[in-house]
Protein backbone atom coordinates (compact mmCIF):
# COMPACT_ATOMS: atom_id res chain seq x y z
CA UNK A 1 0.00 0.00 0.00
CA UNK A 2 2.71 2.09 -0.16
CA UNK A 3 3.17 2.86 3.31
CA UNK A 4 6.61 4.06 4.83
CA UNK A 5 7.82 1.99 7.54
CA UNK A 6 9.19 4.47 11.20
CA UNK A 7 12.88 4.28 11.18
CA UNK A 8 13.34 4.09 14.89
CA UNK A 9 10.75 2.45 17.47
CA UNK A 10 10.94 2.54 21.20
CA UNK A 11 9.07 2.80 24.40
CA UNK A 12 9.29 4.48 27.60
CA UNK A 13 6.50 3.91 30.65
CA UNK A 14 4.72 1.99 28.39
CA UNK A 15 3.87 5.06 25.08
CA UNK A 16 5.83 4.16 22.26
CA UNK A 17 7.68 6.79 20.45
CA UNK A 18 8.41 6.67 16.47
CA UNK A 19 10.37 8.37 14.09
CA UNK A 20 11.21 8.82 10.37
CA UNK A 21 13.91 9.67 10.56
CA UNK A 22 17.15 7.21 11.02
CA UNK A 23 19.63 10.17 11.76
CA UNK A 24 17.41 11.12 15.06
CA UNK A 25 19.15 10.41 18.02
CA UNK A 26 18.01 6.76 20.12
CA UNK A 27 14.75 7.70 22.01
CA UNK A 28 16.55 7.96 25.63
CA UNK A 29 19.38 10.62 24.33
CA UNK A 30 16.19 12.44 22.71
CA UNK A 31 14.70 12.11 26.25
CA UNK A 32 17.19 13.53 28.09
CA UNK A 33 16.60 14.95 31.35
CA UNK A 34 12.61 15.63 30.83
CA UNK A 35 11.15 12.18 32.32
CA UNK A 36 13.63 12.86 35.60
CA UNK A 37 12.12 17.00 35.87
CA UNK A 38 8.82 16.14 34.74
CA UNK A 39 8.58 13.31 37.03
CA UNK A 40 6.98 10.96 34.69
CA UNK A 41 3.99 9.05 35.67
CA UNK A 42 3.40 5.49 34.40
CA UNK A 43 0.64 5.36 31.83
CA UNK A 44 -1.62 2.37 33.05
CA UNK A 45 -4.83 2.83 31.66
CA UNK A 46 -6.76 4.66 29.66
CA UNK A 47 -10.60 5.58 31.06
CA UNK A 48 -11.78 8.11 28.58
CA UNK A 49 -10.03 9.09 24.72
CA UNK A 50 -11.64 11.68 22.63
CA UNK A 51 -10.12 13.05 18.97
CA UNK A 52 -10.76 16.35 17.80
CA UNK A 53 -10.35 19.53 14.49
CA UNK A 54 -8.64 22.62 15.85
CA UNK A 55 -8.40 25.32 13.53
CA UNK A 56 -4.93 26.49 14.31
CA UNK A 57 -1.20 25.48 13.13
CA UNK A 58 0.52 22.93 14.70
CA UNK A 59 2.79 24.15 17.10
CA UNK A 60 0.25 26.66 18.69
CA UNK A 61 -0.88 24.33 21.28
CA UNK A 62 1.59 21.92 21.74
CA UNK A 63 3.43 24.92 23.16
CA UNK A 64 0.55 26.78 24.15
CA UNK A 65 0.11 24.04 26.86
CA UNK A 66 3.27 24.75 28.71
CA UNK A 67 3.21 29.02 29.17
CA UNK A 68 1.58 31.42 31.27
CA UNK A 69 -2.47 30.74 31.17
CA UNK A 70 -5.67 32.51 30.98
CA UNK A 71 -7.98 29.58 32.64
CA UNK A 72 -8.08 30.32 35.86
CA UNK A 73 -11.10 32.60 35.16
CA UNK A 74 -12.76 29.58 33.91
CA UNK A 75 -11.91 27.85 36.85
CA UNK A 76 -13.68 29.60 38.59
CA UNK A 77 -17.19 29.45 36.57
CA UNK A 78 -17.18 25.79 36.44
CA UNK A 79 -16.31 25.09 39.78
CA UNK A 80 -19.63 23.72 40.58
CA UNK A 81 -19.92 20.39 42.31
CA UNK A 82 -16.07 19.83 41.41
CA UNK A 83 -14.16 23.44 42.18
CA UNK A 84 -14.49 26.04 44.78
CA UNK A 85 -12.85 29.37 44.10
CA UNK A 86 -9.93 28.44 46.26
CA UNK A 87 -9.24 25.07 45.17
CA UNK A 88 -9.48 26.35 41.30
CA UNK A 89 -7.20 29.44 42.18
CA UNK A 90 -4.79 26.80 44.00
CA UNK A 91 -5.40 24.26 41.17
CA UNK A 92 -4.11 26.06 38.28
CA UNK A 93 -1.07 27.62 40.35
CA UNK A 94 -2.24 31.04 41.08
CA UNK A 95 -0.19 32.94 43.11
CA UNK A 96 -2.28 33.20 46.22
CA UNK A 97 1.00 31.60 48.54
CA UNK A 98 4.87 31.78 48.50
CA UNK A 99 5.05 28.43 47.28
CA UNK A 100 2.10 28.77 44.66
CA UNK A 101 5.02 30.93 42.33
CA UNK A 102 6.68 28.61 40.42
CA UNK A 103 9.10 27.98 37.83
CA UNK A 104 8.84 27.73 34.08
CA UNK A 105 11.65 24.78 33.37
CA UNK A 106 13.17 23.95 30.22
CA UNK A 107 15.12 20.44 30.30
CA UNK A 108 16.45 20.59 26.45
CA UNK A 109 16.08 19.63 23.16
CA UNK A 110 12.69 21.94 23.11
CA UNK A 111 10.87 20.21 26.01
CA UNK A 112 8.81 22.41 28.07
CA UNK A 113 7.35 21.97 31.57
CA UNK A 114 5.41 24.68 33.81
CA UNK A 115 5.91 24.20 37.58
CA UNK A 116 4.44 25.44 40.47
CA UNK A 117 5.24 25.15 43.71
CA UNK A 118 6.31 21.88 45.49
CA UNK A 119 3.60 21.95 48.02
CA UNK A 120 1.27 23.57 45.59
CA UNK A 121 -2.07 21.47 44.67
CA UNK A 122 -1.94 20.23 40.94
CA UNK A 123 -4.44 17.53 41.56
CA UNK A 124 -7.89 17.91 40.82
CA UNK A 125 -9.69 19.24 44.12
CA UNK A 126 -11.55 16.04 44.60
CA UNK A 127 -11.56 14.45 48.30
CA UNK A 128 -10.75 11.15 46.98
CA UNK A 129 -7.97 12.09 44.77
CA UNK A 130 -6.15 14.51 47.31
CA UNK A 131 -6.62 11.84 50.35
CA UNK A 132 -4.53 9.08 48.18
CA UNK A 133 -2.17 11.73 46.71
CA UNK A 134 -1.36 12.09 50.33
CA UNK A 135 -1.24 8.54 51.04
CA UNK A 136 1.45 7.71 48.03
CA UNK A 137 3.49 10.75 49.11
CA UNK A 138 6.19 8.98 51.09
CA UNK A 139 6.65 6.52 47.88
CA UNK A 140 6.73 9.44 45.51
CA UNK A 141 9.30 11.28 47.85
CA UNK A 142 11.50 8.09 47.91
CA UNK A 143 11.25 7.56 43.97
CA UNK A 144 11.63 10.88 42.70
CA UNK A 145 14.33 12.05 45.37
CA UNK A 146 14.79 15.65 46.41
CA UNK A 147 13.68 17.66 43.65
CA UNK A 148 10.15 16.59 44.67
CA UNK A 149 11.53 19.96 47.33
CA UNK A 150 11.86 22.00 44.58
CA UNK A 151 9.28 22.23 42.15
CA UNK A 152 5.64 20.57 41.36
CA UNK A 153 5.50 20.07 37.32
CA UNK A 154 1.54 20.31 36.16
CA UNK A 155 1.99 20.44 32.43
CA UNK A 156 4.61 19.99 29.98
CA UNK A 157 5.52 19.14 25.72
CA UNK A 158 7.93 16.61 24.89
CA UNK A 159 9.10 17.95 21.44
CA UNK A 160 7.12 18.35 19.25
CA UNK A 161 3.91 16.94 20.05
CA UNK A 162 3.09 15.11 23.07
CA UNK A 163 2.09 16.95 25.66
CA UNK A 164 1.27 15.62 29.77
CA UNK A 165 -1.40 17.59 31.85
CA UNK A 166 -1.97 16.85 35.72
CA UNK A 167 -3.63 20.27 36.73
CA UNK A 168 -7.28 19.56 37.12
CA UNK A 169 -7.26 16.60 35.56
CA UNK A 170 -5.14 13.65 34.66
CA UNK A 171 -4.58 13.93 30.76
CA UNK A 172 -2.23 13.29 27.91
CA UNK A 173 -2.64 14.02 24.23
CA UNK A 174 -0.66 14.18 20.39
CA UNK A 175 -0.92 17.03 18.02
CA UNK A 176 -1.20 15.75 14.72
CA UNK A 177 -0.85 18.76 12.03
CA UNK A 178 -3.52 18.55 9.09
CA UNK A 179 -2.10 21.57 7.26
CA UNK A 180 -1.07 24.84 8.05
CA UNK A 181 -4.22 25.99 9.84
CA UNK A 182 -5.70 22.94 11.29
CA UNK A 183 -4.55 20.63 14.43
CA UNK A 184 -6.18 17.03 14.91
CA UNK A 185 -5.99 16.64 19.06
CA UNK A 186 -6.06 12.94 20.41
CA UNK A 187 -6.67 13.31 23.81
CA UNK A 188 -6.81 10.51 26.98
CA UNK A 189 -7.22 10.32 30.79
CA UNK A 190 -4.94 8.29 32.63
CA UNK A 191 -5.55 6.83 35.92
CA UNK A 192 -2.92 5.07 38.31
CA UNK A 193 -3.15 0.83 38.09
CA UNK A 194 -2.61 0.79 41.89
CA UNK A 195 -5.62 3.57 42.82
CA UNK A 196 -8.56 1.95 44.35
CA UNK A 197 -11.77 2.35 41.99
CA UNK A 198 -13.27 5.18 43.40
CA UNK A 199 -9.93 6.82 42.86
CA UNK A 200 -10.35 6.05 39.53
CA UNK A 201 -13.74 7.08 38.87
CA UNK A 202 -13.10 10.38 40.45
CA UNK A 203 -9.95 11.00 38.18
CA UNK A 204 -12.60 10.16 35.38
CA UNK A 205 -15.26 12.53 36.46
CA UNK A 206 -12.32 15.47 36.74
CA UNK A 207 -11.26 15.00 33.03
CA UNK A 208 -14.46 14.88 31.88
CA UNK A 209 -15.25 18.25 33.56
CA UNK A 210 -12.13 20.08 33.09
CA UNK A 211 -9.24 19.29 30.71
CA UNK A 212 -10.86 15.79 29.34
CA UNK A 213 -12.98 15.04 26.64
CA UNK A 214 -15.98 17.36 26.83
CA UNK A 215 -14.61 20.03 29.44
CA UNK A 216 -15.00 23.10 30.45
CA UNK A 217 -11.20 24.16 30.53
CA UNK A 218 -10.36 22.27 27.40
CA UNK A 219 -13.17 24.42 25.63
CA UNK A 220 -11.11 27.34 26.45
CA UNK A 221 -7.75 25.88 25.32
CA UNK A 222 -9.52 25.67 22.36
CA UNK A 223 -10.80 29.08 21.82
CA UNK A 224 -7.37 30.42 23.07
CA UNK A 225 -5.46 28.57 20.17
CA UNK A 226 -7.92 29.16 17.58
CA UNK A 227 -7.93 33.11 18.21
CA UNK A 228 -4.14 33.36 18.35
CA UNK A 229 -4.42 31.95 14.94
CA UNK A 230 -6.60 33.83 13.69
CA UNK A 231 -5.19 37.02 15.00
CA UNK A 232 -1.99 36.56 13.38
CA UNK A 233 -3.66 36.49 10.22
CA UNK A 234 -4.25 40.57 10.86
CA UNK A 235 -3.22 42.87 8.43
CA UNK A 236 -1.11 44.66 11.27
CA UNK A 237 0.17 41.62 12.90
CA UNK A 238 1.43 39.88 9.78
CA UNK A 239 3.37 42.83 8.91
CA UNK A 240 5.50 42.64 13.02
CA UNK A 241 7.26 39.24 14.54
CA UNK A 242 6.01 37.58 17.36
CA UNK A 243 6.85 38.98 20.49
CA UNK A 244 8.28 36.30 23.45
CA UNK A 245 10.28 38.94 25.20
CA UNK A 246 8.51 38.06 28.42
CA UNK A 247 11.17 37.61 31.55
CA UNK A 248 13.78 37.81 28.88
CA UNK A 249 17.20 38.11 31.21
CA UNK A 250 15.33 36.44 34.10
CA UNK A 251 16.38 32.90 33.68
CA UNK A 252 19.26 30.60 33.54
CA UNK A 253 20.50 26.86 34.28
CA UNK A 254 19.61 25.53 37.53
CA UNK A 255 21.98 22.90 38.54
CA UNK A 256 19.33 21.57 40.77
CA UNK A 257 16.78 21.18 38.29
CA UNK A 258 19.43 20.48 35.83
CA UNK A 259 17.12 22.62 33.29
CA UNK A 260 17.38 25.89 31.92
CA UNK A 261 14.68 27.61 34.22
CA UNK A 262 13.10 31.09 35.17
CA UNK A 263 13.28 33.30 37.77
CA UNK A 264 9.30 33.50 38.21
CA UNK A 265 6.65 31.48 36.59
CA UNK A 266 5.55 34.12 34.58
CA UNK A 267 7.81 33.53 31.56
CA UNK A 268 8.22 33.00 27.61
CA UNK A 269 11.32 31.16 28.43
CA UNK A 270 9.78 27.96 27.45
CA UNK A 271 8.50 29.51 23.77
CA UNK A 272 11.94 30.96 22.94
CA UNK A 273 13.32 27.37 23.87
CA UNK A 274 10.86 25.62 22.00
CA UNK A 275 10.41 27.72 19.08
CA UNK A 276 14.67 27.85 19.16
CA UNK A 277 14.36 24.36 18.81
Not at 3 to 22: C, I, M, R
Not at 217 to 244: P, Y
Amino acid sequence: MGLQPVAQLDSYKGLLFATFDPEAPPLREYLGRWPGVWMCFSIAARVASKSSVVCTNGSSPAIGISPPKTSPATATTCRGATFRRSEAASCFGANTRPEAAGRIVAPGNGHAIVCVGPNDMTEPPMPEILAYEQEIRPEVEKRLGPRMALVSPVVGTLFPNFSLLRVGSRTFRVWHPRGTDKTEVWSWVYVDRAAPPQVKEAIRLAGMRGFGPSGTVEQDDMDNWQECTRACRGAVSRRAFLNTQMGLGHEGFDPDLNAWASDFRMSESNHRQFYRR
